[in-house]
């Protein structure tokens, strides 16, 4: 059974840092395509970055380029999401979802609240 | 960067059939996926590339994709399938993943 089990939510300063992590089970997440896809509070869904299996391919959204950095390690069977330079827009809930680019995101985790306040 | 459109809110009564949008240039040449989000849940994947449904998905949920527009089709909509759903493409030109804003389906 697929599951993503995300973890290190919670509240931090504007300009502070937070590191997300996502456990995956159910499946060799070095044959995927893996995403973190964001919901601030009341609206919809944004992606945040997509990382390839052999951690070659990387892209991020404008909103989040050159604050975060996605990452994996397939040997733990893990996704992370270093975030940094936070902001009160960043405030969501972050998912971790497998698959990206071309490849279907079709297993999500239940998500990991981050609220960046003062 | 790719703009997909789709409208706040959807309204159908039961065992009616509904039609949720989403609009963007040229989005018949991408494949489109639709996710449904229940309140508090995390969203599902129901139709993908542009028509086909994942296991377990009903033939209820269909999905079509021509010109400017993508559209996701409940028929005999149900009380359950009041939830929000969105659209979603891979835009090869930014290398981004892009989402539509999202439809709240409400069943009258």
């Known amino acids: 059974q697929v599951q993503l089990v995300e973890s290190g939510g919670g509240l931090v300063k504007p300009g502070g840092s937070l590191r997300l992590s996502c456990a995956a089970s159910?499946?060799?997440?070095?044959?995927?395509?893996m995403s973190w896809i964001r919901q601030a509070p009341g609206k919809g869904l944004e992606w945040v970055s997509y990382?390839?299996?052999?951690?070659?391919?990387?892209s991020y959204a404008a909103s989040v380029k050159g604050r975060f950095t996605i990452s994996r390690d397939n040997r733990q069977n893990s996704l992370f999401l270093q975030m940094s330079s936070l902001r009160a827009e960043d405030t969501a809930v972050y998912f971790c979802?497998?698959?990206?680019?071309?490849?279907?995101?079709?297993?999500w985790g239940h998500g990991t609240l981050v609220t960046v306040s003062s | 960067s790719y703009v997909l459109t789709q409208p706040p809110s959807v309204s159908v009564a039961p065992g009616q059939t509904a039609r949720i949008t989403c609009g963007g240039d040229s989005i018949g040449s991408k494949s489109v996926h639709w996710y449904q989000q229940k309140p508090g849940q995390a969203p599902v994947l129901v139709v993908s590339d542009d028509s086909d449904r994942p296991s377990g998905v009903p033939e209820r949920l269909s999905g079509s994709n021509s010109g400017n527009t993508a559209t996701l089709t409940i028929s005999r909509v149900a009380a359950g399938d009041e939830a929000d759903y969105y659209c979603?493409?891979?835009?090869?030109?930014?290398?981004?993943?892009?989402f539509g804003g999202g439809s709240k389906l409400t069943v009258l």
């Open positions: 979802v497998r698959g990206g680019k071309l490849e279907l995101m079709d297993a």
């Open positions: 990382i390839s299996g052999g951690r070659n391919i990387i």
């Open positions: 979603q493409v891979w835009d090869s030109t930014s290398d981004q993943v892009v």
């Open positions: 159910g499946f060799s997440l070095s044959g995927y395509f």
